[in-house]
C-alpha cells in the first residue's frame, strides 16, 4: 500500500497566512495592529492603603 506524502492544502494555506502576518509585523506595516497600551491615571484620592481598610485602628 502506498502512502501519500503530499501537505494538505489548508495546512500549507494556514502557514503561508500565519507567515505572511509575521512578515507584515516584522517590516512594521502591521505595527500597532497588535499591541494594546494602556493609559490610566491614579489619583491620590483613588488610593486605599492598609490603614484605610482597617478603620485607622492599626498601631
Given amino acids: ?7 494538505s492544502f489548508a495546512i ?3 502557514a503561508v497566512i ?8 516584522y517590516t512594521g506595516l502591521l505595527a500597532g495592529a ?3 497600551e494602556i493609559l490610566a ?3 491620590d484620592g ?7 481598610i ?3 485602628t492599626m498601631r
Fill in 1 to 7: 500500500m502506498k502512502r501519500s506524502r503530499h501537505a
Fill in 12 to 14: 500549507i494555506t494556514v
Fill in 18 to 25: 500565519a507567515a505572511g502576518a509575521l512578515l507584515l509585523e
Fill in 34 to 36: 497588535f499591541r494594546t
Fill in 41 to 43: 491615571r491614579v489619583d
Fill in 46 to 52: 483613588d488610593v486605599v492603603n492598609a490603614v484605610d
Fill in 54 to 56: 482597617a478603620g485607622g
